[in-house]
């Protein structure tokens, strides 16, 4: 089940990278930016910016079979009752203006590689490849397994972006066909990360210490999105970096600036974003953090990018 795929990446593993972001995950973290990758099937979107109303238009609201569309405002678009749509998509391909869309489709290997291979001079300039994201790519291991491995005979880096809340059984399928691992320490404290991402994080770290160990071939690259009030202390940094020095396969250490990207799409999907009084961390905290990273790592210069899982 992919979302999208996206072209010319260059923060999702090394060099020009194609990035398939497959639906579905096992968090619920309040700042993710792809609220669309959340649910593991296909979903319903609605830009009310595109309709046109039931005046010009109007050819959604029969196609329906649950009546969740209708129109009574005064500007005659339609609208969604969000707890009586079931996701059919019957309505999409009824309106002309693109006002109704849906995240994700079904794809199988040879059809993403299709595309993905699209931009293979460009993998062989820079040294990049293919990178599986969500969501939570390891909750498809199968399809994740197969697809890296192929991508793999056919001469391409592959990577992953990760939150590890999986069984180890789909971290076993997937880990063997990967180059590089993306993966998040979010927050350090079991109760504040259920707090703000829906689930404890224990087995998120079980897993990452057991692939460091499993998989020393892999290189991992340990991230953290950092937002405000949340986890932008020096304990948080402190103690992803304890966790992760003693392991030499873990390369870096990323910090991901918190920014509001991908807050419309929850309009689009009929939900209510929950940090819009959220400001991206300041430049001196940036600078204060960046040190205790280049200090672990007896570097001049700590990787911060301007994005965030």
Known sequence: MVLNIQHFCTHDGPGMRTTVFLKGCTLRCK?????????????????????????????????????????????????????????????????????????GHELTVEEVLAEVEQDSPFYRESGGGITLSGGECQLQPDFAAALLEEARHRGMNTAIETAFNVPWENVEKVLPHVDVCLHD?????????????????????????RAYETFPGVKFIARTPLIPGVNDDEAHIRAVLAFIRPHPNVIDYELLP????????????????????????????????????????????????????
């Open 31 to 103: 700042w993710c930016s792809n609220p669309e990758s959340i649910h593991p099937r296909p979903e319903l979107a609605y830009n009310p910016a595109k309709c046109i109303g039931r005046t010009e238009c109007g050819f959604c609201l029969p196609k329906c079979p649950e009546h969740a569309i209708f129109s009574t405002d005064p500007d005659l678009k339609v609208r969604i009752n969000w707890t009586l749509c079931t996701n059919c998509s019957q309505c999409v391909s009824a309106c002309p203006p693109g006002a109704l869309s849906l995240f």
């Open 185 to 209: 320490h979010k927050i350090s404290d079991p109760e504040r990360h259920r707090k703000w991402c829906g689930a404890d994080n224990r087995r998120i770290q079980e897993n990452q210490k």
């Open 258 to 309: 918190y920014f509001r990207f991908g807050e419309s799409k929850y309009g689009f999907l009929g939900r209510v974003y929950e940090l819009e009084d959220f400001q991206p961390p300041s430049e001196e905290l940036l600078a204060r953090l960046r040190a205790i990273i280049d200090e672990a790592f007896g570097r001049a210069t700590a990787i911060t990018r301007k994005t965030q899982p």
